[in-house]
């Protein structure tokens, strides 16, 4: 008997999503980011969060526009001193980025913040930087409380172009995997809730749900939700008895 048509259809399109599959895979590259990186970085970050709630609110109407550039540059140096700066790139360059941080930081960290501190009152002034400085405190809370001794994912934006091709979990595989080996748990702030589902299908749970913009002036209601997420580490897969 020969086969029937709807078996061949299902067998040609599973030999096509493997055949897209690898073709991805061996084009997509996950590595440590390096400083020739930077402009496309930058760039990068800039579009996945052209339309993301937290970052309008923090920058609204034009300021996103206006100064997200200088923003993300001052933010990568900081977190490449950790080791844990980890970018994807196809043949056309950096596509995806992923920041990370251990849980407790060290003094060049503090140098750096203070450094960016210094640039949003330069360019903000000095009650946006204190709204800031509120901001990023409260978080910092939540993350000790919620996650004292956790990887921190300070942020995962993927082009808005490339986005949905797999890359965001390509991204997180490094970091994750370490912290299984370490038996560390990883913790992060979704600023969108479009990724929390992302986040759950990569082992991180819900622990808070968080209204960082609620006694902000000129804010809607309570503002966008942050929602809080954890990852215990997963045991190693251990070998099937025979």
């Given at each position: 008997?020969?086969?029937s048509?709807?078996?061949c259809?299902?067998?040609?399109?599973?030999?096509?999503?493997?055949?897209?599959t690898t073709?991805m895979t061996?084009?997509?590259?996950?590595?440590?980011?390096?400083?020739?990186?930077?402009?496309?970085?930058?760039?990068?970050?800039?579009?996945?969060?052209?339309?993301?709630?937290?970052?309008?609110?923090?920058?609204?109407?034009?300021?996103?526009?206006?100064?997200a550039t200088?923003?993300?540059?001052?933010?990568l140096p900081?977190y490449?001193?950790?080791g844990m700066?980890?970018?994807?790139?196809n043949?056309d360059?950096?596509?995806?980025?992923?920041?990370?941080?251990?849980?407790?930081?060290?003094?060049?960290?503090?140098v750096?913040?203070?450094?960016?501190?210094?640039w949003?009152?330069w360019?903000?002034g000095?009650?946006?930087?204190?709204?800031f400085l509120?901001?990023?405190?409260?978080?910092e809370?939540?993350r000790?409380?919620?996650?004292?001794?956790?990887?921190?994912?300070?942020?995962?934006g993927?082009?808005?172009?490339?986005?949905?091709?797999g890359a965001?979990?390509?991204?997180?595989?490094?970091m994750?995997?370490?912290?299984?080996?370490?038996?560390?748990?990883?913790?992060l702030?979704s600023?969108?809730?479009?990724?929390?589902?992302?986040?759950?299908?990569?082992?991180?749970?819900?622990?808070e749900?968080?209204?960082?913009f609620?006694?902000?002036?000129?804010?809607e209601?309570q503002?966008p939700?942050?929602?809080?997420?954890?990852?215990?580490?997963?045991?190693?897969?251990?070998?099937?008895?025979?």
């Open positions: 008997n020969s086969p048509p709807v078996l259809s299902r067998v040609l399109q599973g030999l096509w999503e493997a055949r897209m073709t061996e084009t997509q590259t996950v590595r440590l980011y390096a400083e020739g990186d930077k402009a496309m970085a930058v760039r990068t970050v800039k579009s996945a969060f052209e339309d993301d709630p937290v970052f309008r609110c923090l920058y609204p109407g034009e300021m996103y526009d206006k100064h200088a923003k993300f540059e001052r933010y900081i490449q001193g950790f700066l980890y970018v994807l790139t043949e360059g950096v596509k995806t980025v992923a920041m990370w941080e251990p849980a407790k930081a060290g003094l060049g960290v503090v750096g913040v203070a450094s960016f501190g210094s949003l009152i360019t903000f000095f009650q946006f930087a204190l709204r509120s901001y990023s405190l409260t978080l809370d939540r000790h409380k919620l996650a004292p001794t956790a990887y921190h994912l300070c942020l995962l993927t082009d808005s172009d490339y986005q949905g091709k965001g979990s390509k991204i997180l595989r490094p994750l995997q370490k912290a299984d080996e370490e038996n560390v748990p990883c913790y702030e600023s969108n809730p479009k990724n929390v589902p992302f986040y759950k299908r990569h082992g991180f749970v819900v622990v749900e968080l209204f960082p609620k006694d902000w002036p000129n804010v209601a503002g939700v942050m929602t809080l997420m954890k990852r215990d580490p997963r045991p190693p897969q251990q070998p099937c008895s025979s």
